[in-house]
């Protein structure tokens, strides 16, 4: 397949050049980014989930473009928000682990957007700072966004707290903090509905991430957990457990689902709809129970923790006429679509490829998305039943098929399309020989591209200056111990 790049990708575009070739420009649309901490993308009413209820998501697919087969690069918090803001792979930035700090030097989304003559927004959580999960943001550490009320990490819905403008007094959402920043986010769209600048809004929400059973208790009793179908992947072992965790996770969702049918209406209330590309994603999805692991294991190969929603409205594409598109997408595509859905100069530090062109021409091509697990923690803490599975890989998704390479060589194959729920294997079946060579080689063409040649966990972890103990090949567990900052000779702004 030719890779499509638009001409000014190509070209090494530092931030003050982007400023001075780009003045401000108020046609071009607002984008306002929803997107949500651990939503699996089968979690939807309109992916054919039996249990769960998302009426203003499934209205949202029925009028946008519906990625099928969209993947989070690394499915963990931290490297997905470093490939979003940036349109790198974790294997250029050296974010691979949660709670490491974005280096000063890469460019990212905002600061691109900035020079074309947007203003930016920034509500939720941040999780790119790596100085501590309850520690102030200042404005030069916030790449670009100018409106600001966040935090690093927050997981106490009901008691979450934000750090608002240039002030580092500590404040908390009020309630249920996904409602609460849904409001914030509808007065910003109202308040900048009609300026003379286009803006971007992102909207970072916390939930349906752990502890589920926070959830508010009107969506919790939606979900009785013994009416509650789990896909065929969990094991009965696992059963009991699942539905129980399910119950809040899907209370969350449709919490959630509220608040996207919320900036909807406000979006149409404030006659802005047709000129905004609207975005409801995630940054990576979770296990619940799903091949034997437990309810909310991520960074694994699967789909349910790999495969996310990924929805787009835009009118000026699409004329108000929804479709699916089995065109596969990864994290670091993101930025330079939205970029050249919006008509803005793609900066060439970005290693993601830019969709628009096939997305304004209703074509799709059978593209292999990259994603991977650089330096793995899912073994650490769960149990040796687990062992085995807590290992490096690199992936394709393909419009029909998953394939996973481990260190150790071929791993998993999976037709998703006739296997949705993964459970036949079929990378050592013998008639299946020739398609396991095929996509090895696909895979190992996304690799050269990155310039990854897929070391044990360790070798990148030095590589990038991470400290670890001696025979360990992991610095921290999920979001404990001491954050660190990547550091390479090579760095994104000064290519």
């Not at 939606?222 to 209370?251: H, R």
């Not at 991520?298 to 089995?326: C, D, M």
Request: net charge neutral; aromatic share 10%; glycine share 8%.
């Amino acid at each position: 397949m030719k890779r499509i790049i638009p001409l000014t990708a190509l070209i090494l575009t530092p931030l003050a050049t982007l400023r001075a070739a780009v003045p401000p420009d108020p046609v071009k649309p607002n984008i306002v980014y929803l997107f949500c901490d651990q939503w699996r993308g089968s979690a939807t009413g309109y992916h054919g989930d039996p249990s769960v209820k998302t009426p203003n998501l499934d209205r949202l697919a029925k009028e946008g473009l519906n990625f099928l087969n969209a993947v989070s690069v690394c499915p963990v918090c931290t490297p997905y928000r470093a490939a979003l803001m940036t349109g790198r792979y974790p294997t250029s930035t050296g974010m691979f682990l949660n709670d490491a700090h974005l280096p000063d030097s890469e460019l990212c989304l905002a600061e691109a957007l900035k020079a074309a003559g947007y203003t930016t927004a920034y509500i939720g959580k941040w999780h790119l700072d790596g100085r501590g999960r309850a520690a102030y943001i200042p404005p030069e550490r916030r790449r670009g966004w100018e409106y600001w009320k966040a935090s690093e990490c927050e997981h106490n819905y009901n008691h979450s707290h934000y750090y608002a403008g240039n002030s580092g007094v500590k404040q908390f959402w009020k309630g249920y903090d996904a409602f609460a920043q849904t409001q914030d986010a509808q007065q910003y769209i109202r308040d900048h509905a009609s300026g003379s600048q286009p803006f971007v809004l992102m909207v970072s929400y916390g939930p349906p991430h752990f502890p589920h059973n926070t959830a508010p208790e009107e969506f919790k009793a939606l979900y009785p957990p013994a009416k509650i179908q789990l896909p065929p992947n969990v094991p009965p072992e696992l059963q009991a457990k699942a539905k129980q965790e399910a119950q809040g996770y899907y209370a969350h969702c449709t919490a959630l689902d509220k608040c996207v049918g919320d900036v909807l209406r406000t979006l149409e209330e404030t006659g802005i709809a047709k000129n905004t590309i609207l975005v409801f994603t995630a940054d990576h999805g979770e296990m619940m129970g799903s091949h034997g692991f437990p309810p909310w294991v991520k960074q694994v190969a699967w789909s349910e923790a790999a495969n996310v929603p990924f929805l787009v409205r835009y009118p000026a594409i699409q004329g108000g006429q929804g479709r699916t598109v089995h065109m596969p997408l990864t994290t670091p595509d993101i930025f330079p679509t939205l970029l050249g859905l919006a008509g803005v100069q793609i900066p060439g530090t970005v290693e993601g490829e830019d969709l628009s062109p096939l997305l304004r021409k209703e074509r799709e091509e059978d593209r292999a998305a990259l994603y991977m697990n650089v330096s793995p923690f899912i073994g650490h803490g769960f149990g040796k039943e687990y062992q085995g599975f807590d290992k490096e890989y690199r992936a394709i998704r393909t419009t029909r098929y998953t394939y996973v390479r481990s260190i150790e060589g071929p791993w998993l194959l999976y037709d998703d399309v006739k296997d949705p729920n993964q459970m036949d294997n079929l990378v050592a079946k013998p008639e299946f020989a020739k398609l396991r060579t095929e996509l090895e080689a696909r895979l190992q063409a996304q690799l050269k591209k990155i310039g990854d040649d897929f070391r044990p966990a360790r070798s990148y972890l030095e590589e990038w200056g991470y400290r670890v103990k001696p025979g360990d090949s992991v610095p921290f567990a999920d979001g404990e111990g001491e954050t660190q900052t990547p550091q390479r000779k090579t760095t994104a702004k000064s290519k």
